[in-house]
């Protein structure tokens, strides 16, 4: 196993005992605002981390137990024994995927199953995993034609991005079939700035990708 | 040598991000949270700043709000690491000053391919 991993599993181990003492103390002492913030937190850390090392049962798991914590913290759910019951259930579970995140053991499956279950009910969320999906070579193959109105703020030369590098890096994504640019808003020499971009552009580009990779460049 | 500063208060994940960084031939600066990342914001010059979202004591949304309040560091693009699919939450980011972000899990390739974009 490679060191980031063997860090990751340290890390969680701590994080699992960190939550543990979380809901011990609200236990103990009553549930407060802060808490479940730092129980939300704490999930999504381990959510976070866990889905960059591979450990996927964790991240999955992590996203819909964080679930339950952010509708709690933005009001929409209650905080109840029961969530708190599942939740330290769920502690449990998490350290036995630290060992097992395939889930290749019976006892594990039957345990994660089940929590699954009870969280999805918590959360009101109908198993979506259920729907028809297109697979991922379906999606690769599958043409689509965008059309891009990139409009970049006035700050963007001053923040150091030169948006003729963004056109390039559209264009290697496919074919950019049209590009109009426009400069109908330069201003006339006393109003110019020299540090404002004042340009815009409208692409049709027929590519294979999504949409998020589109955007991806842009990162927006 | 470009510098970046990591904002991260997950160990793993800040340690393969300056690890990638450090072996392309960046000079990396580490806060374990958003207000020891502010720690940093003392003079020295940086070139990008990457900070997770949630983080104790100081959160990513702070963090960014309070770079962008000190006239030195008002233009460093700041790129947030997340796995928030919510478009509200990058909304909010993006409006306290953030240039784009990175979403969780990504791999070496895309984190430096992503850093290169912004910060060449």
Redesign the interface.
């Known amino acids: 196993m490679d060191h ?1 991993k063997l ?2 599993l ?2 969680a181990a701590d994080l699992v005992e960190d939550l543990e003492k979380i809901l011990l103390s609200v236990e103990n002492d009553g549930i407060k605002a802060e808490s479940i913030e ?1 129980i ?2 704490v999930m ?2 381990i ?3 866990s ?3 591979g450990f996927d049962v964790i ?1 999955e798991f992590t ?1 819909h137990l964080e679930t339950i914590y952010d509708l709690v913290r933005t009001g929409k759910i209650e905080i109840s024994k029961e969530i708190l019951d599942v939740t330290l259930e769920s502690i449990d579970h998490i350290r036995s995927l630290l060992g097992d995140d395939k889930l290749s053991q019976d006892e594990n499956k039957e345990n994660h199953d089940r929590l699954m279950s009870k969280i999805k009910i918590l959360t009101g969320n109908i198993d979506s995993s259920a729907a028809p999906k297109a697979t991922l070579l379906e999606k690769k193959q599958r043409l689509s034609t965008y059309y891009v109105l990139f409009k970049p703020h006035k ?1 963007l030369l ?5 948006p003729l ?2 056109l390039n ?1 559209l264009q290697d994504l496919g074919v950019t079939s049209k590009v109009l640019w426009h400069l109908e808003d330069v201003p006339a020499f006393p109003e110019l700035n020299v540090k404002d971009c004042y340009a815009y552009w409208e692409i049709v580009l027929s590519c294979t990708q999504s949409e998020t990779e589109v955007r991806d460049v ?3 | 040598m470009k510098t970046i500063l990591i904002a991260d ?5 800040r ?2 991000v300056s ?1 990638t960084l450090e072996n392309a031939g960046y000079n990396v600066l580490i806060g374990v949270d958003g207000e020891d990342a502010l720690k940093h914001l003392n003079g020295v010059e940086i070139d990008l700043v990457l900070t ?1 979202l ?3 004591k100081l959160d990513g949304i702070g963090l960014i709000k309070s770079i962008r309040s000190k006239p030195q560091y008002q ?1 460093v ?1 700041i ?1 947030f ?3 928030e699919s919510q478009a509200e939450k990058k909304e909010e980011a ?1 409006a306290a000053g953030a ?4 979403v ?3 791999v070496p390739e895309k984190l430096l391919a ?1 850093v290169t ?4």
């Open positions: 980031f860090k990751f340290e890390e730092e939300f937190r999504h850390t959510k976070g981390s889905s960059m090392f991240s996203h700050s001053s923040k150091g991005t030169n590098y963004l890096d842009f990162i927006c | 208060d997950s160990d793993s994940v340690e393969l690890f997770d949630h983080m104790p233009y693009p790129l690491l997340t796995t993006k240039t784009g972000w990175i969780k899990p990504f992503t974009k912004v910060i060449r």
